[in-house]
């Protein structure tokens, strides 16, 4: 089983002038029970494929499925995840308020949800703003909280874009031991970044995207030579393609 | 169901925290308060008055507020990206339209039962009565601001919330200018004058069905019959409004 595949999935955002190719025939396989990078430069069209992956924007061409079943699926949104990039929540909730107010959308029964919610916040730290509006957190704050919302559903797979952009080192430790802890309670990462350096820590196999398209695809140890960084293999990897 | 009410309940707790939306109820309070003060100028005629300023404060109030939460529910929720998140759960569109519409109304119609009992309670102090029959009219202002939040509702699924805002406020006189169209019209002698001029009249809701402020005030007796066909009427062109609005939000992308 999968947990995602895509096939020749292609994104073409038309503009009043010209149209942009944001994503070129993509296909894309990830196995479940890893963490997965999802790389490439700005405007490779990363966040673009989580997009259609969600059904937050519709692809031009082609189909993909997520955990064997075709997007577009509502019941596929009961098994995922999501942490966007630069999370926003509404600014007046309690990250009580916002847990419970996402449990309710998946009907978790108020005695589960309950319990889930402590678990959650102690798992990102957050028990003792557990009543603090989100209007006062800081962005690392923010972060934990938007990991939290994104298992509050048990989920098989979770998709992280971005997760540790513009976080201080300490932040970034937080985040990158959570998402770990997350792969030990055997669910599949779906991470999107910039950091290499983190992402060569924290990644089973990698998948870098330039100009839309998929130029590599494997398993880490499979990719690099010894002794090879990640930065090194990416910007090779770029260079070959004419980036 | 749970899910359009879910999303309803935090449609409304996002809002109710808006300061703006208790200056307006507060500030209408104070202006029917203040109508009590004109006795001295308006002998006699003062219940009469008070009754007037009374209705016409909360219509004017409902009206605000109505076209504020509803132009400004869908439109918060795409420019701060909150949608992302609630869309990458399993949330329908037609869910996420009708869980901002109901959260909307509920907030619209909040506001106006603090007002109408504040506005009972001062005619009952001044009257030494309980003037219940001034129920009737508020009746109708509450179906009007249902109406209201449907077409800003709509308005901002294609907009953004300023201009649904003021293109609400628009249909807002322009409904209750439309019953005037029809004896326009007749003068018109041009055939295409008149076909626009009716389709306009028939595409704006008539809210000045919803206007029984000035008899109830003068103590006409309203007839429960004339309120429920107003009410029917009311529902039935919300309901059109939020299809229309769902029809328009299918194929939005949020990327």
Same mark, same amino acid.
């Given at each position: ?10 994104? #073409? ?6 149209e942009?190719?944001?994503?070129? @025939?993509?296909?894309? &396989?990830?196995?479940?029970?890893q ?8 405007g ?9 992956? /969600? ?12 955990l ?9 949104? &009961?098994?995922i995840g ?6 926003? *929540? ?7 308020e916002?847990?419970? *107010?996402?449990?309710?959308i998946?009907?978790?029964?108020r ?5 889930k ?14 009543k603090?509006?989100?209007?006062k957190?800081s962005?690392g704050m923010l972060?934990?909280?938007? #990991?939290? &919302?994104? /298992?509050?559903?048990?989920p098989?797979?979770? *998709? ?16 990158? @031991? ?6 030990? &309670?055997?669910?599949?990462? *779906?991470f ?5 350096h ?5 990644? @089973?196999?990698?998948? #870098? ?14 990719l ?5 960084s990640?930065?090194e ?5 770029i ?5 | ?8 309940? $935090? ?11 208790y ?20 002998? $006699? =005629? ?5 009754k ?24 918060? =929720?795409i ?19 009708? $869980?901002?519409?109901?959260g909307?109304?509920y ?11 504040g ?24 179906? =009007? ?15 953004s ?22 004896f326009?019209? =007749?003068?018109a ?7 626009a ?27 429960? $019959? ?8 009311g ?21």
């Amino acid at each position: 089983m999968l947990a995602i595949k895509t096939e020749h999935l292609t994104k #073409i955002f038309k503009g009043r002038e010209k149209e942009t190719r944001a994503l070129e @025939d993509l296909n894309l &396989q990830v196995s479940p029970n890893q963490i997965y990078g999802f790389l490439g430069p700005n405007g490779a069209g990363k966040t673009t494929t989580i997009n259609v992956l /969600l059904g937050l924007t519709a692809p031009t061409t082609g189909t993909a499925w997520i955990l064997e079943k075709q997007i577009g699926d509502i019941e596929i949104k &009961q098994k995922i995840g999501f942490l966007p990039q630069s999370p926003y *929540f509404y600014e007046s909730f309690s990250p009580v308020e916002l847990l419970n *107010f996402y449990g309710k959308i998946f009907k978790i029964p108020r005695k589960e949800r309950c319990k889930k919610i402590e678990e959650l916040l102690d798992m990102v730290g957050l028990t003792d703003s557990r009543k603090i509006p989100l209007r006062k957190f800081s962005r690392g704050m923010l972060q934990r909280i938007g #990991i939290a &919302q994104t /298992l509050i559903n048990d989920p098989d797979l979770v *998709f992280f874009d971005e997760p540790i952009a513009g976080l201080d080192p300490v932040g970034r430790k937080e985040v990158m @031991d959570t998402i770990l802890n997350i792969k030990k &309670q055997g669910r599949t990462v *779906f991470f999107c970044s910039h950091v290499l350096h983190d992402v060569e820590m924290l990644c @089973d196999s990698i998948g #870098i995207l330039h100009k839309g398209q998929l130029i590599v695809s494997g398993k880490l140890k499979d990719l690099l030579k010894p002794k090879e960084s990640l930065e090194e293999y990416f910007l090779k990897s770029i260079e070959k393609k004419g980036g | 169901m749970n899910i359009i009410l879910t999303i309803a309940q $935090g449609a409304y707790q996002k809002v109710i925290k808006s300061k703006i939306l208790y200056v307006i109820v507060v500030f209408c309070l104070l202006a029917i308060a203040y109508s009590t003060l004109y006795s001295a100028v308006t002998a $006699g =005629e003062e219940t009469k008055l008070m009754k007037d300023i009374g209705l016409a404060g909360i219509a004017v109030a409902a009206m605000l507020i109505s076209i504020m939460v509803g132009s400004t529910a869908i439109p918060t =929720e795409i420019e701060s990206r909150t949608i992302q998140t609630l869309i990458s759960k399993p949330v329908r569109k037609h869910e996420f339209i009708l $869980g901002q519409f109901l959260g909307a109304v509920y907030v619209a119609l909040l506001s106006i039962a603090i007002m109408a009992i504040g506005f009972i309670i001062i005619l009952a102090i001044k009257t030494h009565a309980l003037n219940l029959v001034m129920f009737r009219p508020l009746i109708l202002v509450c179906f =009007e601001a249902i109406v209201l939040v449907a077409v800003s509702v709509l308005f901002s699924t294609f907009c953004s919330s300023m201009v649904s805002s003021i293109l609400a406020i628009v249909v807002y006189i322009a409904g209750h200018l439309s019953y005037q169209i029809p004896f326009l019209v =007749e003068k018109a002698g041009n055939a295409v004058t008149k076909f626009a001029g009716l389709l306009l009249y028939y595409i704006l809701p008539n809210l000045q069905y919803f206007n029984v402020k000035a008899p109830a005030a003068h103590g006409i007796y309203v007839p429960w $019959g004339l309120i429920f066909g107003v009410i029917l009427y009311g529902v039935i062109y919300a309901a059109i409004m939020l299809l229309v609005s769902l029809v328009i939000f299918k194929n939005k992308d949020f990327a």
